[in-house]
């Protein structure tokens, strides 16, 4: 039984994240390699590889623990109550980075709730819509109460003010929520309500959300030329970067847009680092590797029987998906930035834990869907054998 389970783990899903994660880790040294604030050449590479350390650890326990015991309210309570106190204690303890309260310190190191939020989003609406299946479409039983938890999220992690985040979270959800089964009527239902909430809360704090600095991050974007040293600084530099690299790039570790001139080289820029020092196909590896996971994600999705194995992988997939387009899209310019890491691959410890358990928990439901259909291959009643047909012909008798 142990060695069926063992061959039935999608095993090229697998090696695919621990490729693009010791790529990401070389990256990262490379991209950190020049420091300007008195630390060691190898700082950021060395807290990335104990990161690293620690996913593989979580992925490992993910992907051996049974997905359907996240069912249980048992499991689902505690995760909400602990996602709920994480985002408030942040107004308390909390570490502003990036112009938002999204860091708790933990001695030498920090977490990011919002990061972990992400994940039991994706958990707690794929257990609670896959129990609600006899009657998904009951719009006040149904539909409504899941999303209580998730107004929840998004208002605590709105207020830090985080909206890149907050609007990822929104867009997983609502990935989750088009593939849960109710009808196009509670759909658009769902579309008006979120409307006429945003628009008062827009209204609201519009002098916070329209500030300065967040229209000069959308003003800036589509021509960051125009205020090169100021609101377009990072993206003129990330177009440079991008820029130099051609086809083959200058080399690993040769570039120069890291040598003080590009901010967040390591972490939300790390892409433009890519391009610059190996070229179109450094890019094309993590894009190609990127569309895998998520493909796989929606692949396994499909073959699953199973509503909360279906809409675990839908909403592990949509996520990494989401959260890929907002990052190249901030670095290229086709979106305005947001501050995202790009998955498996930029410098961060929050990120990459969850992104460890998360695929672990997508390898666990591929595992139990390949599993499932080995079993019943074996299992399954051989046909009878027809009996021969005796040919009448060959028996003549004799005179």
């Known amino acids: 039984m142990f060695k069926k389970i063992l061959k039935s783990y999608d095993y090229s899903l ?10 990401g880790l070389v990256m990262v040294y490379s991209a950190s390699m020049v420091t300007w604030h008195g630390t060691d050449s190898d700082f950021f ?11 593989a650890a979580m992925f490992v326990i993910a992907a051996l623990f049974p997905y359907k ?13 602990f996602t709920l106190a994480g985002l408030t ?24 709730p919002s990061e972990l939020a992400k994940l039991s ?32 999220v998004f208002f605590l992690i709105a207020l830090q003010p985080d909206y890149g985040t907050g609007g990822i979270i929104m867009l997983i959800a609502g990935s989750i929520i088009l593939s849960s089964g109710m009808n196009f009527k509670n759909i658009m239902k769902l579309v008006m309500i979120v409307v006429i909430l945003l628009v008062p809360v827009s209204l609201i704090l519009k002098d916070e959300v329209f500030s300065e600095k967040r229209m000069a991050r959308l003003t800036s974007y589509s021509n960051p030329f125009n205020d090169e040293q100021k ?8 177009y440079y970067a991008i820029g130099s690299g051609g086809l083959t790039g200058l080399g690993l570790g040769q570039s120069n847009q890291k040598l003080g001139y590009l901010p967040e080289a390591h972490t939300d820029f790390i892409i433009a680092v890519i391009s610059e020092e190996l070229g179109i196909f450094g890019v094309g590896f993590v894009i190609l590797s990127l569309a895998f996971i998520v493909l796989k994600g929606i692949h396994i999705a499909l073959k699953c029987k199973d509503p909360f194995g279906s809409l675990l992988a839908i909403g592990i997939s949509s996520m990494i998906g989401i959260q890929s387009f907002v990052n190249l899209g901030g670095a ?9 890491p790009l998955p498996f691959v930029s410098y961060g410890g929050s990120s990459l834990l969850q992104l460890a358990v998360a695929m672990g928990i ?25 009996p021969a047909m005796v040919n009448q012909n060959s028996y003549k008798f004799r005179s």
């Open 14 to 23: 697998i090696i695919v994240v621990a490729l693009l994660c010791l790529f």
């Open 45 to 55: 590479y060395q807290k990335q590889k104990i990161n690293l350390l620690a996913a």
């Open 69 to 81: 015991a996240m069912k249980s309210t048992k499991i689902l309570l505690p995760m909400v109550l």
């Open 89 to 112: 204690i942040l107004f308390v303890v909390g570490k502003v980075a990036g112009n938002a309260l999204s860091w708790i310190e933990m001695g030498t190191r920090s977490i990011q």
């Open 121 to 152: 989003v994706i958990i707690y609406l794929s257990a609670v819509y896959a129990k609600k299946q006899s009657y998904i479409n009951e719009f006040n039983r149904g539909v409504l109460p899941p999303l209580l938890f998730l107004v929840m």
């Open 231 to 238: 609101s377009g600084y990072q993206l003129a530099n990330a």
């Open 332 to 340: 290229t310019g086709v979106i305005p930035l947001t501050g995202v």
């Open 362 to 386: 997508l390898v666990n439901v591929s595992m139990f869907v390949n599993f499932e259909e080995k079993y019943k291959k074996d299992k399954a009643p051989q046909p009878k054998p027809k």
